[in-house]
């Protein structure tokens, strides 16, 4: 999660549990957020709890974005949206709708798919150096690595100017299919304006 600019937040690694095992953190000097469900899977707690704690917390502009796809736990997580409302700089969250990737996703597809394809990268690169070591209890470590912008060729961050990123995918998206819907960057251009 970042912003326009290219500020990341700290990422949120989350485990299945009650609780979390603070020896798996200890490389990570606080540099991510974890968090624990039952499930493993995200809810609307954590995601609550999350978006609080680091979202709100870091907001500097008056006008600002927040974009969720449709998972259940998003929709669902009414306390955050009611703090966004209350919150004393003006806050849009956008759904964008599930199910539509190809077309209102650009987000997915094209940027968050390069972390992907950087993690993969990294996890590959790593069995051949016996220097590095991925495992389940230092997983956040490398995460946390990973995230800083000075750690190419694996750097998740997605650097400067995301948003205009952002609107040049939607267009590209808007102009390749032909579909009036795909709008997401001129809906962009009139929340942020």
């Known amino acids: ?6 500020k990341m937040l700290r990422p949120l690694i989350l485990y299945k549990g009650k609780m ?7 490389d990570t000097r606080d540099a991510c957020y974890i968090g624990t469900s039952s499930s493993g899977v995200m809810d609307t707690d954590v995601l609550t709890e999350f978006l609080e704690k680091e979202f709100l917390s870091s907001i500097t502009c008056p006008k600002n974005v927040l974009f969720c796809d449709g998972h259940s736990s998003h929709l669902s997580c009414i306390p955050f949206l009611v703090a966004c409302m209350e919150h004393e700089k003006e806050i849009r969250v956008v759904v964008l709708l599930s199910g539509q990737t190809a077309f209102l996703q650009p987000l997915d597809k094209e940027v968050f798919g390069g972390v992907k394809q950087k993690w993969h990268s990294y996890l590959r690169d790593s069995r051949l150096d016996t220097t590095i070591d991925v495992s389940r209890t230092n997983f956040p470590a490398h995460i946390v690595k990973l995230w800083r912008p000075d750690c190419p060729p694996y750097s998740f961050n997605l650097g400067k100017n995301l948003l ?15 579909n009036p819907a795909v709008k997401l960057g001129g809906k962009i251009r009139q929340i942020v304006n």
């Open 164 to 178: 205009a990123k952002v609107i040049w995918l939607s267009a590209m998206k808007r102009q390749q299919t032909g």
């Open 1 to 6: 999660m970042g912003n326009a600019a290219g």
């Open 20 to 26: 979390h095992i603070e020896s798996h953190f200890r």
